[in-house]
Structures are given as structure tokens and as C-alpha cells.
């Protein structure tokens, strides 16, 4: 269960620089530098932008459940874990 949760955040934050990459490409008339990475999510491709955020926020869940379940659970992961999934 361990490496499958290990691969799942990993695959899912993957997935969510994918989508902001892609939005690059796909939104050239956004200059990156001048605009925030909301302004993404309007438009004609605002669901690619949608995918990221629920990806990144998915992949800080999993990475929090990860840390507070770990076997060797020292007293800071536990204040850690939360504080990820509150990401």
C-alpha cells in the first residue's frame, strides 16, 4: 500500500505540472511572467486549469496521509500532516 500511495502523489502532482504546462502552450496570449496562474482558468481551456488545482490538491492529501501514517510518526509529523492536507 505504501508504494502505491507513493506513486499516486507522485502521479498526481506530475499530472497537475502537466496541465500548467500545457496552458503555456495552449494560452500564448498570456505572458506567464505578467499573469497569475488563475487567470488560466478563464477561458476556453479554463478545465485544464480546474484539473490542476484539484490535482495538486489531491496529490497534498495523499502526501499528508502518507506523513501522519508513516511507521516512524515523530511528534512533528504530526502537527505536518494536517497542515499539508489544510494546503
Known amino acids: ?5 507513493h506513486v499516486t502523489t507522485i502521479a498526481l502532482l506530475l ?6 504546462l500545457g496552458l503555456h502552450v495552449l494560452r ?3 505572458d506567464p511572467i505578467a499573469h497569475r496562474l488563475s487567470e488560466y482558468a478563464s477561458g476556453p ?3 485544464l486549469m480546474t484539473t490542476a488545482f484539484f490535482a495538486m490538491g489531491l496529490a497534498l492529501m495523499t502526501l499528508a496521509f502518507q506523513v501522519g501514517t508513516s511507521a516512524n510518526s515523530a511528534r512533528i509529523q504530526r502537527v505536518v500532516a494536517p497542515l499539508i492536507a489544510l494546503a
Open 15 to 20: 499530472a497537475s505540472v502537466g496541465c500548467v
Open 45 to 47: 481551456f479554463g478545465w
Open 1 to 5: 500500500m505504501r508504494t502505491a500511495a
Open 28 to 30: 500564448s496570449d498570456l
